[in-house]
């Protein structure tokens, strides 16, 4: 037995430590519960009582060496090396890196002015699930059963039966709203939708919408006109003019489409504006009596307008960007472009 704590004693002063992880196993197996030591003490027991009385003074005095190493080596590795070649060579008199500051998505400082310039006549932010059921996102919207939105190929169906779907717009929160709350409702909603659609420079399957929405006593196509052109003004300044074209959808009537005065080319005619002088931000009307009845205010009574708009649309207008997939990719070469507009 003496024999082998000699031999025990040569491998713990050689054992190599270089770090932590080969550290632990200096302890698991040297001085551990059930470590190489803790074995020779539990055969020690068996052993003659003239041999257990000199094989146990070494035992102890090899066990305070396994600990006293074990303490050492601990230190050694807590404390910074001085021999490292990057610590060595660092110029501690260097002033340190400033911290570099993100900025908000410019997407993100688009919808909080657009919020903001509405919350001031008098429109609340309203909210729902991205994940919509037919009626919601179709049905009370007054789209007929053979609408192309409702196809596959236009729209994205999350589960069997077709009556899940990723909603293609946040009119469906206008819906909920409408069906909770009566009259006067005067609502923003805002967030992401869905489309089946091909990803190009001006056409994405994701993006994001706000849209209004005001129903009320006697609320007129003029207060739309008004609220559009306010809207348009305050956001891209006053020079800003608008024009209302006829157009259909399925939950307004009647219904607009809303063209903006190229800011590019201050209307003169430029390939963004089509040389025609004028670019399309949104669709607008004054809400179905349809749409009014599946919501359960009585449309002969109230009358409402709607207005929407892509977020990313209006952003490219804003800020002359070309292609509407960078704000997807998340360039920080683009994106710290944006600082100054937060």
């Avoid at 729902?128 to 009370?140: L, V």
Wanted: proline share 6%.
């Amino acid at each position: 037995m003496l024999d082998q704590i000699k031999k025990l004693r040569a491998e713990v002063a050689q054992y190599p430590v270089k770090n932590p992880e080969e550290l632990e196993t200096f302890r698991l197996k040297f001085i551990a519960r059930k470590g190489a030591i803790a074995a020779l003490f539990t055969e020690l027991r068996h052993r003659e009582p003239t041999e257990r009385k000199t094989a146990g003074r070494l035992l102890n005095a090899l066990k305070a060496m396994a600990q006293e190493r074990f303490k050492t080596l601990a230190r050694q590795l807590s404390t910074p090396s001085q021999a490292n070649p990057d610590w060595a060579q660092a110029d501690l008199t260097l002033p340190p890196l400033t911290d570099a500051l993100g900025t908000l998505h410019p997407l993100t400082i688009v919808k909080a002015r657009i919020i903001a310039l509405l919350e001031r006549i008098g429109f609340n932010m309203a909210e729902g699930p991205e994940i919509e059921d037919d009626w919601h996102n179709f049905g009370a919207l007054n789209f007929p059963p053979n609408h192309p939105a409702r196809d596959m190929l236009d729209t994205f169906f999350v589960a069997q039966g077709r009556d899940s779907v990723l909603r293609t717009h946040t009119s469906s929160v206008q819906i909920r709203m409408a069906e909770r709350q009566q009259p006067p409702i005067r609502i923003i909603s805002a967030g992401r939708v869905y489309r089946h659609e091909t990803i190009s420079a001006r056409a994405h399957c994701t993006f994001q919408q706000v849209e209004g929405c005001y129903i009320n006593r006697d609320v007129s196509f003029a207060e739309l006109k008004q609220t559009l052109l306010y809207f348009v003004k305050g956001l891209f300044g006053a020079d800003s003019k608008i024009r209302l074209r006829p157009s259909y959808f399925p939950f307004t009537e009647p219904s607009t489409e809303v063209d903006m005065s190229c800011q590019s080319c201050n209307s003169q005619g430029c390939s963004l504006c089509k040389h025609t002088g004028w670019v399309e931000i949104m669709g607008a009307g004054m809400v179905d009596p349809k749409v009014l009845q599946n919501c359960h205010i009585d449309p002969a009574t109230y009358t409402g307008f709607a207005f929407g708009m892509g977020l990313e649309r209006i952003a490219m207008l804003l800020y002359q960007v070309p292609d509407l997939r960078l704000f997807m990719e998340n360039d920080v070469r683009f994106l710290k472009q944006f600082t100054t507009y937060a």
